[in-house]
């Protein structure tokens, strides 16, 4: 979905550097998501933000930082990177609709981690 | 927290043929359950989703259905064509940023 950008959409590492991934959307959505995928599981979220201020770890977000620096873009930092941070990176966006919230995800960022 | 496992974990059909692929949910609080399609290279896409007020919903040859009882829900595609093959994800939550998903089922739609 062109609404959600993701970059880089690929990066290759070393163990210990500090690295950034962008997400920026269009959607004009307040609240964003970062999601890591593993081979043979499903994602799971690292963190989320509601608002500009509000910034929430989720079930894995050791290892991880974010930044939320408007409304549209939401950062994730691997501030020394390790090689079983290598992964499939997704950005997600939703806007609150009553019961259950659909999420608009971002074409992903594949990281290796050498 | 919220459990989800998916079933199967490959599927391979003839085109035509109907593909189900079925997901259990641990946690009876759980009200959303969208259904992710995701193509190589790109993101999970929404195809259809559910909440717990309603037990079945359709948009053209895509169905889900719900059972709450049994906590588990089903993915339904007929007619399949060589475009739907991709993975499918399942998921569930009680609110927005506790989304759990299935492991994810490989369709393969064989012409």
């Known amino acids: 979905d062109a609404d959600v950008t993701q970059t880089p959409r690929n990066r290759i590492t070393k163990t210990g550097k500090r690295i950034m991934l962008e997400c920026s959307q269009t959607k004009g959505h307040d609240r964003m998501y970062w999601y890591r995928q593993d081979p043979g599981l499903g994602l799971r979220l690292i963190y989320y933000?509601?608002?500009?201020?509000?910034?929430n770890k989720g079930e894995i977000s050791d290892g991880y930082s974010v930044s939320r620096q408007a409304q549209a873009k939401f950062s994730l930092s691997l501030e020394s990177a390790i090689p079983n941070q290598t992964a499939l990176y997704f950005c997600a966006t939703s806007v609150p609709t009553g019961l259950g919230e659909t999420q608009y995800f971002g074409p992903g960022t594949r990281l290796l981690v050498l | 927290g919220e459990n989800v496992e998916q079933h199967p974990s490959t599927l391979s059909v003839q085109e035509g043929d109907s593909a189900v692929i079925k997901c259990t949910y641990s946690?009876?609080?759980?009200?959303?359950f969208p259904w992710y399609k995701q193509e190589l290279g790109k993101g999970p896409q929404l195809i259809i989703d559910?909440?717990?007020?309603?037990g079945e919903k359709k948009d053209q040859r895509i169905a889900v259905t719900l059972n709450k009882t049994a906590k588990h829900f089903s993915l339904h595609i007929t007619e399949t064509q060589p475009e739907d093959s991709a993975v499918y994800f399942c998921?569930?939550?009680?609110?927005?940023?506790?989304?759990?998903f299935g492991a994810g089922t490989r369709l393969t739609v064989k012409p």
């Open positions: 946690d009876s609080a759980s009200n959303y």
């Open positions: 559910i909440r717990s007020n309603v």
């Open positions: 998921a569930a939550s009680i609110v927005p940023h506790d989304m759990r």
């Open positions: 933000s509601f608002d500009v201020k509000d910034i």
